[in-house]
């Protein structure tokens, strides 16, 4: 029988830590706040940003949802994020998609500040990311490692093969994975023979939205399958990537959908946040003690 990797009791870990920082911030007068933008009128976006800001209140975290509408333009969300990145009481930044048709996502991404980049969207964030250094990692993709961790699922030395090559999971997922030591093989919609880049591997991460993509012929007897897919139906459902009948039982392990993936990925973005806040308000104090070092000279 496949295991089930749920996320629910990783996600309540990960918030009550963040409480706990939060709460610490709170005593020297920092209250961790976060911006999420949005310029959609999509129901289900807005139920998830809810979703967002219900658990950040619970935390400890202000979520502050900056609602531009759907006919936003480009200029009008640029401004918009570099206003925020500017602002001192604002440590998380969120650009929620989708956007506008027309929009240029690329050069919105650019324009949130690195500092507050809790969802790693800045090509600086991604770029930091891959050359290891210190960057908020996108939380989907590393919601992905926290569950294999949680789970006790070594990947040292195994054969992952990722399926989606977005920039807000697959690619950084697969960086991440190699960062643990495993060998990647990235799939996407121009590989010619699916079945075959993923049949073999240990690690099988899909993320790329179409339900039902993944049958039993995908996935290796025993495999470590992480469905990062949800795709909202007309009735309220929401379907992974996986088709959960046809793996059960020949996978080792299995994410739920839904109730894997998602529950960890809020709760890293309110523990970014969190980290955002305490890293800014470090880096204050270092620049008054500098300044005024500089003046007492």
């Known amino acids: 029988m496949t295991r089930s990797l749920g996320g629910a009791e990783l996600a ?22 976060l911006a999420v933008v949005l310029a959609t009128d999509d129901e289900s976006t807005a139920w998830y940003v809810r979703s967002i800001a219900s658990a950040a209140k619970r935390t400890g975290i202000l979520c502050d949802i900056v609602d531009l509408g759907p006919s936003a333009t480009t200029e009008q969300i640029h401004t918009t994020l570099v206003e925020l990145g500017h602002d001192p009481d604002v440590h998380g930044i969120i650009l929620q998609t989708p956007l506008p048709e027309g929009t240029d996502l690329d050069a919105l991404r ?4 690195p500092a507050k980049d809790i969802d790693g969207a800045n090509p600086v ?16 993709a590393q919601a992905v ?18 399926v989606g090559r977005s920039t807000v999971v697959g690619s950084p997922a697969a960086h991440l994975l190699v ?3 495993a060998t990647v093989t990235v799939c996407h919609r121009h590989t010619a023979d699916l079945v075959a880049a993923t049949r073999d591997a240990e ?11 993944i049958r039993a012929e995908h996935v290796a007897e025993g495999a470590v399958v992480i469905d990062v897919g949800t795709t909202a139906t007309d009735d309220g459902q929401l379907l992974g990537d996986v088709d959960f009948a ?25 523990n970014h946040t969190v980290d955002a806040a305490a890293t800014q308000y470090a ?3 270092s620049d008054a003690l500098l300044t005024g070092s500089r003046s007492g000279g």
């Open 145 to 162: 490692i926290a569950l294999l961790d949680h789970h006790g699922i070594d990947l040292h030395g195994k054969t992952a093969a990722v």
């Open 246 to 270: 046809a793996v059960d039982g020949r996978a080792g392990a299995l994410t739920p959908v839904p109730g894997g993936v998602g529950p960890v990925t809020t709760a890293l973005l309110l």
């Open 125 to 140: 964030s991604l770029g930091r990311l891959v050359a290891r250094l210190p960057a908020f990692a996108p939380a989907t």
């Open 110 to 113: 650019e324009a949130i500040n």
């Open 203 to 213: 690690i099988l991460v899909v993320a790329v939205g179409i339900p039902g993509l």
């Open 283 to 285: 880096q204050t104090r």
């Open 12 to 33: 309540a870990s990960i918030r009550n830590d963040a409480s706990v920082a939060a709460d610490a911030l709170s005593e020297i007068g920092i209250r961790p706040t």
């Open 179 to 181: 960062q643990r030591n």
